[in-house]
Nanobody, 123 residues
Framework: QVHLVESGGGLVQAGGSLRLSCLASGRISSINYMGWYRQAPGKTRELVAEITSSGYTNYADSVKGRFTISRDIAKNAVYLQMNTLKPEDTGVYYC?????????????????WGQGTQVTVSA
């Protein structure tokens, strides 16, 4: 079993910054994919930023130049530095990981999600 714990959300004024963290625990051999998603009220969950095992990063157009995704492989952690926040960035932010879990004799890869952390940006 893999468990993800997010932290770092909160209330901030437009133009401010926040840093989200997501730490994974469990019988993890490696992590093949890490990503941040968000869901605004009344909207579907959308990709914000992602990073693959090779270090390739991808961002939603709306956050390019403002958000930066990074990781600490040794800690099984992924971070999202959010700068120049806008009211439209408001939502619940979720981290997603796809780890390789080794439980001999089985090896599995599944999607895991964090519980979500609220980010509210006031005008």
């Amino acid at each position: 079993q893999v468990h993800l714990v997010e932290s770092g959300g909160g209330l901030v004024q437009a133009g401010g910054s926040l840093r989200l963290s997501c730490l994974a625990s469990g019988r993890i051999s490696s992590i093949n994919y890490m990503g941040w998603y968000r869901q605004a009220p009344g909207k579907t969950r959308e990709l914000v930023a992602e990073i693959t095992s090779s270090g390739y990063t991808n961002y939603a157009d709306s956050v390019k130049g403002r958000f930066t995704i990074s990781r600490d492989i040794a800690k099984n952690a992924v971070y999202l530095q959010m700068n120049t926040l806008k009211p439209e960035d408001t939502g619940v932010y979720y981290c997603k990981m796809v780890p390789t879990v080794v439980t001999p004799p089985r090896v599995s890869e599944n999607d895991y999600w964090g519980q979500g952390t609220q980010v509210t940006v006031s005008a």
